[in-house]
């Protein structure tokens, strides 16, 4: 009866939180804006309409319009326009001619994260008279970032409180006739226990206080209108929510849980009760997370969410309670000290070995849903946050690791022998690894709090390096060519171009200058740009040619008077942090990584999955007590093993091509062009013609027909596809395999010529 009262307290607390489950975003981000960002329009409207991702505050957000001299515009008072509140509107009144910058700035309904920005639009001019691209920054608030460390460490103060207690030390002790000193032990714990769990009651507390004289400092919830406004939201409501969960957990702790009448008082109801109220305080915290964000799957990210803080809170608050333990136990008897220590081992190993797996594989999930990609992983503040947070996880888990594999089996054998040196060394090499592990944990948290206040990965910008200039020389026949990239960051940029001949002067002549512009990380084909000419031999392309973080092929054509075609080509890296620079510069080992995983795609995430099962296996068959708990830990492993297998299985069926990890380590300049126009003239021409147009003597007798190399056909393919055409040939067609006749350097040659055709074509099209 007891056991049914709990599990339907504990439902109805869960069914009256989850009331606010609703798709939401973690920061509010325009979508949509009328007049649009940058745009130029000829009529004015009535309104300046902006839809942002999720609900916002209309009483605590604003929209505002500056000249581009700087001066206020009055506009009317911000209005949502929408049902669901995400879409706000100012009146304009009648406007001169001119360019003029929206600011706005709103306070999501959700989470309480304050976003603002800025775009610039013109009536009638160009809208660049203000500026040339808009702005959109998430505030992070120290305050903000404090209040959510300090609350998930109260939680976990908390929740280990009561877990360690119910989970871990009560059944140790149950059904065990104990001695005056383990009795004073026993009562001693939770006393102090109860003393820490009403530490972590303060510290949630002055969570909730930060929270406010944070959101106060920005929108003066000490006015009616404003507190009601802000209490109506989603991170309002739980505001309020926890608080009152808070005064609960202190009554219950400070009437209820009595522990002067001994033994007997350490195992009521009162003690689940402060669990089922710790666990309530935890999904407070993911009902306003980023897990709330994801218009897909909400319900199930908000779950998943839920499991990782209660497992996480779970196990660092059980190591406190732990380390205390093992500190308050070092004046026991031998014998009695070294029971205890092997009991607490056998009991808290699988408590927290289930807890770690739940925390790695929700975490994993988590992850791939606020992260967006290794790229963001690697160049984000969000994602270099979490690899430190997870650099400090897999710390903690090594130090766990040593506990579990040599002084579980060591504490096994002490407690069978009398004491000695060896043994009482052993068992304050214990305490001082708990010690270690929990303070590592602690820290965890503090990581914990902060990313909960940052952007997600998925919608930052990435971390943007220094503008600056990158020059780039290549001589190509008679010419030399320097291009100059400038402010050398992904995104927009101005390509000044200087051709000089062998004296270097000038040259002149040039009629025509393209720039053909190719992601070598992946098939996306090529763009090609017509360069200005500024006169004396310089050239001036401006546009968004290199967009992606990776290596690019740059290839500068330059058309004459009399003569072929002279190209020049460049490799380019693009790091993560944005920064366009030469191939050769070097590259940062986090970038290396990311371009692995980027290029691997599911073939290495599912091997990382999948050796991580086994390893969780092994891990399972020491950590668990019974079988109860070893079925548990397994169940982690077969979900991992499940998960692995279906990325290879996507892997090897949909992304897998022989050529796939092939790069083309030789740049397409004069010499390589040249070498592979005459292997081209040696072993292609009679099927494909002298300008690789399908056309040779022997294309008519062939079904299919060769490929028409000046149409297109290799831009949709990376050069490894072609270099494994031509080594190994392409079954059911004609081509035949020629591996036994060209070195793959040959075939390298051969791949920069053929690619030339497609090039010298495209420029060809452009000047017409």
């Not at 959109?136 to 929740?159: D, F, K, N």
């Not at 494909?688 to 060769?706: D, I, K, V």
């Amino acid at each position: 009866m007891m056991k049914l009262r709990r599990l339907l307290l504990f439902l109805l607390l869960a069914g009256l939180l989850w009331g606010w489950v609703q798709p939401v975003f973690a920061h509010a981000v325009p979508e949509f804006s009328n007049p649009a960002p940058n745009g130029v329009i000829d009529e004015l409207p009535d309104n300046i309409i902006i839809q942002f991702n999720e609900p916002i505050v209309a009483n605590l957000s604003r929209i505002d319009l500056l000249t581009q001299g700087g001066e206020r515009v009055e506009t009317g008072p911000l209005q949502l326009i929408d049902a669901d509140g995400r879409t706000a509107a100012v009146s304009l009144p009648d406007l001169n001619p001119g360019a003029y910058l929206v600011s706005w700035q709103v306070l999501s309904g959700v989470d309480g994260h304050t976003t603002s920005g800025t775009f610039a639009f013109g009536y009638g001019v160009a809208a660049t008279a203000v500026t040339t691209e808009s702005t959109v920054t998430a505030q992070l608030s120290i305050l903000s970032a404090v209040a959510r460390w300090l609350t998930l460490t109260g939680i976990a103060l908390l929740m280990g409180l009561f877990a360690y207690r119910l989970l871990v030390w009560n059944p140790i002790l149950a059904g065990v006739d104990l001695e005056a000193e383990e009795e004073g032990l026993d009562l001693k714990l939770a006393q102090q226990g109860i003393r820490i769990g009403i530490i972590g009651i303060v510290l949630v507390g002055i969570g909730l206080v930060l929270i406010f004289i944070d959101q106060t400092r920005l929108y003066n919830l000490l006015q009616t209108a404003n507190l009601q406004a802000w209490v109506g939201t989603r991170f309002g409501t739980m505001w309020l929510v926890r608080f009152l969960l808070l005064a609960l957990s202190h009554f219950n702790l400070s009437l209820f849980v009595d522990v002067k009448n001994g033994r007997k008082e350490l195992r009521g109801w009162e003690w689940w009760l402060g669990f089922v109220l710790a666990i309530g305080l935890s999904l407070t915290v993911s009902l306003i997370s980023h897990s709330a964000a994801l218009t897909d799957d909400t319900v199930q990210a908000v779950l998943i969410d839920w499991v990782h803080v209660l497992a996480g809170t779970i196990w660092v608050g059980g190591l406190v309670f732990l380390a205390i333990s093992l500190w308050q136990a070092r004046g026991l008897k031998y014998e009695a000290r070294s029971w205890l220590y092997l009991s607490l081992m056998l009991n808290f190993s699988a408590i927290a070995a289930i807890s770690v797996g739940l925390l790695l594989t929700s975490g994993g999930y988590l992850g791939a849903k606020h992260v967006g990609g290794w790229t963001e992983l690697v160049g984000t503040a969000y994602g270099l946050l979490l690899l430190g947070k997870i650099g400090l996880a897999l710390l903690t888990i090594a130090i766990a690791g040593l506990n579990l594999m040599f002084v579980k089996p060591r504490l096994s054998v002490a407690y069978e022998v009398p004491e000695n040196e060896q043994t009482s060394r052993l068992l304050r090499r214990f305490t001082r690894l708990v010690w270690a592990e929990m303070s590592f944990a602690l820290l965890i948290l503090v990581a914990a709090g902060v990313l909960t206040d940052l952007q997600r990965g998925v919608d930052a910008p990435l971390l943007a390096d220094a503008p600056g200039q990158t020059t780039v020389t290549q001589s190509a026949e008679d010419l030399q060519v320097a291009m100059t990239i400038e402010p050398a960051l992904v995104g927009n940029n101005t390509f000044d171009i200087l051709i000089t001949d062998e004296n270097g002067e000038p040259v002149t002549n040039a009629e025509d200058v393209s720039v053909r512009y190719t992601f070598l990380g992946q098939s996306l084909g090529s763009s090609t740009g017509q360069a200005e000419s500024l006169g004396n031999g310089r050239y001036r392309l401006e546009g968004s040619y290199i967009s992606l973080i990776g290596t690019w092929q740059v290839e500068v054509s330059i058309r004459r008077p009399n003569t072929f075609d002279t190209f020049a080509a460049y490799r380019l890296e693009t790091g993560v942090g944005g920064n366009i620079r030469e191939l050769d510069r070097g590259v940062r080992p986090l970038e290396v990584f990311a371009k692995f995983m980027n290029r691997t795609g599911n073939g290495a995430t599912g091997v990382g999955i999948l050796l991580f099962a086994l390893l969780w296996g092994f891990i399972a068959v020491r950590a668990a007590k019974n079988e109860g708990q070893l079925v548990a830990l397994l169940a982690i492993s077969l979900v991992c093993f499940w998960l692995g297998g279906s990325q290879l299985y996507t892997f090897f069926t949909v992304e897998y091509t022989p050529a796939k990890f092939a790069t083309n380590p030789i740049l397409p300049d004069v010499e390589s062009i040249a070498i592979g126009q005459a292997l081209f003239n040696e072993n292609c021409v009679p099927c494909h013609g002298p300008e690789g147009r399908g056309n040779g003597p022997t294309a008519q007798t062939l079904s299919p027909p060769p490929a028409d190399f000046a149409a297109g056909h290799t831009a949709i393919h990376t050069d490894g596809d072609l270099y494994y055409w031509i080594l190994q040939g392409i079954e059911d067609t004609a081509m035949p395999a020629f591996g036994d006749q060209l070195t793959e350097e040959q075939a390298w040659h051969l791949v920069n010529y053929v690619r030339h055709l497609s090039v010298r074509e495209d420029t060809a099209t452009a000047s017409q």
